[in-house]
């Protein structure tokens, strides 16, 4: 039996998109070869960067306005470092929402003066902070859009002339957004796009080239756009997932499709917490994720009961992170409302329990 995946990451994927992915191993579109051996120079996988490049600019309604899409390696870990390293001149602002953004900040602090604008960390990041004032001499603004960790996510983004870079690794696709107000985004692809391996990235072509450090080849924006995201061997594997990903995304009616459905899968799970006196949210109401619900199970003596019902019905990776505990529900693009239908069923048959 498939079970229902609620895994914060690596992600669910559509069941058709596994499948393709799982033919072309064998078979590439009756090459006689496999995806995984073609050379990443052949016209074959050539087209399927192209298509992947040109999908998420095409999904995120920013073709033709000066940006270029990038599928890089290193995860977004490793546009912690990128980031600074083309943007940081002198100072940087960073909202700080959590783990991620502590590291993304930690990064940056190699490269130039770094103001932590904001922080939610003296409420162990439950919420998103808003209202902060942003220093007009920054090189950049750095937010995380989505907080895997603790279920927080921004519903609305500050309003300012500095150059905005997000790292959307989680919710990336989920809602439509103006995405043309950043000027940077990133994302790893494992949990909303395909499997770990490769990392989106989306940036505007003005901003580059403005710093006064050398910067070496792998990590320059600026070589990765002039070879069309081809400088050096490319994950093969996770960038053509991710493009059949995205096909079936733009196939489903795009952003706004996806975002419907992901609104209704969020109402459900967050409507059973509220009313379950046996459960009870982590993250504040008005910041909590569409993609990640966090919550508490608040009779200890029933954890049990829970953990074996939820393993009896095939539900899998709903343990919080280890740092905060609890639950966590994830809720991306692909995991069928079916899947929160079933989880909520259980939490509501513990109320009868209890």
């Known amino acids: 039996m498939k079970k229902h995946n609620f895994s914060a990451g690596p992600c669910i994927l559509p069941a058709e998109v596994m499948r393709k992915a799982s033919e072309a191993v064998l078979e590439l579109d009756g090459i006689g070869l496999s995806l995984i051996e073609i050379s990443h120079r052949s016209k074959e996988f050539v087209a399927i960067m192209e298509k992947a490049r040109a999908l998420a600019l095409e999904l995120l309604g920013l073709e033709d306005k000066g940006y270029q899409a990038l ?18 001149d002198k100072k940087a602002g960073y909202v700080n929402t959590g783990t991620w953004s502590q590291k993304a900040i930690k990064e940056a602090r190699l490269f130039g003066d770094i103001v932590e604008v904001a922080s939610s960390q003296k ?37 300012t002339d500095v150059p905005l870079v997000c790292d959307m690794s989680s919710d990336i696709f989920s809602r439509q957004l103006d995405f043309s107000q950043f000027d940077l985004i990133y994302a790893g692809a494992q949990k909303n796009m395909g499997p770990a391996g490769t990392t989106l990235v989306v940036v505007k072509e003005d901003i580059l080239g403005k710093v006064s450090r050398k910067i070496p080849s792998m990590m320059d924006y600026s070589v990765h756009v002039a070879k069309d995201s081809m400088f050096n061997t490319p994950p093969v594997f996770a960038v053509y997932v991710s493009m059949l990903t995205m096909q079936w995304l733009k196939d489903l009616g795009g952003i706004a499709a996806i975002e419907e459905i992901n609104e209704r899968k969020a109402s459900l799970i ?24 966090t919550f508490n199970i608040t009779d200890d003596e029933l954890k049990d009961v829970f953990d074996e019902m939820c393993k009896e019905a095939g539900i899998s990776g709903i343990n919080g992170h280890r740092s905060v505990g609890g639950y966590r529900a994830s809720m991306y693009n692909a995991l069928p409302m079916e899947s929160v239908g079933v989880l909520v069923d259980i939490m509501s048959e513990l109320e009868k329990k209890g």
Do not use: C, W
Request: glycine residues 6%; hydrophobic residues 40%; aromatic residues 16%.
């Open 71 to 88: 599928f890089l390696q290193g995860g977004a870990s490793m546009q912690f470092l990128m980031t600074a390293f083309n943007l940081l």
């Open 123 to 159: 409420d162990n990041f439950k919420y998103i902070p808003k209202g902060f004032d942003i220093p007009s001499d920054l090189d950049y603004l750095h937010l995380t859009s989505n907080n895997t960790i603790y279920g927080t996510q921004f519903k609305e983004f500050p309003k």
């Open 270 to 293: 967050y409507s059973e917490i509220e009313l379950n006196p046996v459960f009870s949210g982590i993250a504040a109401k008005e910041d909590r994720s569409n993609m990640n619900a």
